[in-house]
T-cell receptor, first 117, second 113 residues
Framework: AQSVTQLDSQVPVFEEAPVELRCNYSSSVSVYLFWYVQYPNQGLQLLLKYLSGSTLVKGINGFEAEFNKSQTSFHLRKPSVHISDTAEYFCAVTPMNYGGSQGNLIFGKGTKLSVKP | NAGVTQTPKFRVLKTGQSMTLLCAQDMNHEYMYWYRQDPGMGLRLIHYSVGEGTTAKGEVPDGYNVSRLKKQNFLLGLESAAPSQTSVYFC????????????FGPGTRLTVL
């Protein structure tokens, strides 16, 4: 079974400052990793995903994440945030091996990013 | 393209009442999912479907039923609503399985009194 831990439930930051949202996972098999963003009163949309290859993944809106297999982490970063980045961010994993499930995502509990002027 | 749409957007039920949530997608996706989102809990999978006529249980299926009679539609039913089912419900779809992006609808906020 897989589990995802998002270490911070809330992250306040000032506009134009850098931000890192932390995600650690637990799994006995290799996983695919995702970050989704949920803007207020909306559904989720994909920011980026790691399937294979380079461990540094670039996504939309200037976000990037680095997969660290030894530390089982997939932290999300942005060098300079904007007010419009205020949202809730979810880390998610799914096992690479078939294992009987059809690609079901296991989500973390979310991190609320609040960007202040 | 409308993407993934959900009907209704809001609903208030009394304990014991039944209702059906409708999800529709126009992207010709094979996979469809129903999640519930509760504060501090993230999203939890209720049921999913890997194609027309198929359904399967997710992490929290009790008290819900689903049907996928048409490829583009995925219905979530509550036969006898309970206050514990107060939540925001999201439908999602994807072209393939585990490595594919899921596209989410705007959600349905359900309150059970």
């Amino acid at each position: 079974a897989q589990s995802v831990t998002q270490l911070d439930s809330q992250v306040p930051v000032f506009e134009e400052a850098p931000v890192e949202l932390r995600c650690n996972y637990s799994s006995s098999v290799s996983v695919y990793l995702f970050w989704y963003v949920q803007y207020p009163n909306q559904g989720l949309q994909l920011l980026l995903k790691y399937l294979s290859g380079s461990t540094l993944v670039k996504g939309i809106n200037g976000f990037e994440a680095e997969f660290n297999k030894s530390q089982t982490s997939f932290h999300l970063r942005k060098p300079s945030v904007h007010i419009s980045d205020t949202a809730e961010y979810f880390c998610a994993v799914t096992p690479m091996n078939y294992g009987g499930s059809q690609g079901n995502l296991i989500f973390g509990k979310g991190t609320k990013l609040s960007v202040k002027p | 393209n409308a993407g993934v749409t959900q009907t209704p957007k809001f609903r208030v039920l009394k304990t014991g009442q039944s209702m059906t949530l409708l999800c529709a997608q126009d992207m010709n996706h094979e996979y469809m999912y129903w999640y519930r989102q509760d504060p501090g809990m993230g999203l939890r999978l209720i049921h999913y479907s890997v194609g027309e006529g198929t359904t399967a249980k997710g992490e929290v299926p009790d008290g819900y039923n689903v049907s996928r009679l048409k490829k583009q539609n995925f219905l979530l039913g509550l036969e006898s609503a309970a206050p514990s089912q107060t939540s925001v419900y999201f439908c999602a779809s994807s072209y393939g399985g585990r490595m594919d992006t899921q596209y989410f609808g705007p959600g349905t906020r359900l309150t059970v009194l």
